[in-house]
C-alpha cells in the first residue's frame, strides 16, 4: 500500500489523480486511509480506541469523522498537503502580522474546503 497519488495518463500524463473520497462512515474513512495514506492510520486508530472504543454514547463520532475525513482529504492529495504545510510555515516565520494573518486565512480556508469534500469527489 502507498501513500501515493494515483496516476492515470491523461493530458500530459504526469499529473497525478487524487484518489476518490469514500463512503461517510468510519470504515471505508479507515479503509482509504489504510490504502491512500497509511502514515495517518496509526493515529486514527489510537484516537477511535481514545474517543470512541467501547463506548455505549455515540456522541463523539461526528466529530471524530469531520476531524478524520479533513485530514484525509488533505493528506490523499499530497499537493494540497504540500501547499498547507508551507503556508503554515511561512505565516510562523513572517515578520509582517497582516501577511501572518492572510496566509492562515487561507490554510483555513483550504481546510474549510477539505471538510466539505463529499463522498465520491
Known amino acids: 500500500m502507498t501513500a501515493q497519488p494515483v496516476h492515470r495518463g491523461g493530458p500530459g500524463g504526469d499529473k497525478p489523480q487524487v484518489p476518490l473520497?469514500?463512503?461517510?462512515?468510519p470504515q471505508a474513512l479507515r479503509l482509504a486511509i489504510q490504502e491512500h495514506a497509511p502514515h495517518l492510520l496509526p493515529d486514527f486508530e489510537s484516537?477511535?480506541?481514545r474517543a470512541i472504543g467501547d463506548a455505549?454514547?455515540?456522541?463523539?463520532?461526528p466529530a471524530f469523522m469531520?476531524?478524520?475525513w479533513t485530514q484525509y482529504a488533505i493528506a490523499r492529495d499530497p499537493r494540497l498537503a504540500a501547499h498547507l504545510d508551507d503556508l503554515q510555515a511561512r505565516a510562523a516565520t513572517s515578520q509582517d502580522p497582516q501577511e501572518s494573518a492572510a496566509l492562515l486565512a487561507e490554510y483555513s480556508r483550504l481546510r474549510r474546503?477539505?471538510?466539505t469534500v463529499k463522498p465520491g469527489q
Open 66 to 68: 469531520r476531524l478524520w
Open 21 to 25: 473520497m469514500p463512503e461517510h462512515t
Open 47 to 49: 484516537h477511535w480506541r
Open 113 to 115: 474546503d477539505a471538510a
Open 56 to 61: 455505549f454514547n455515540l456522541t463523539p463520532v
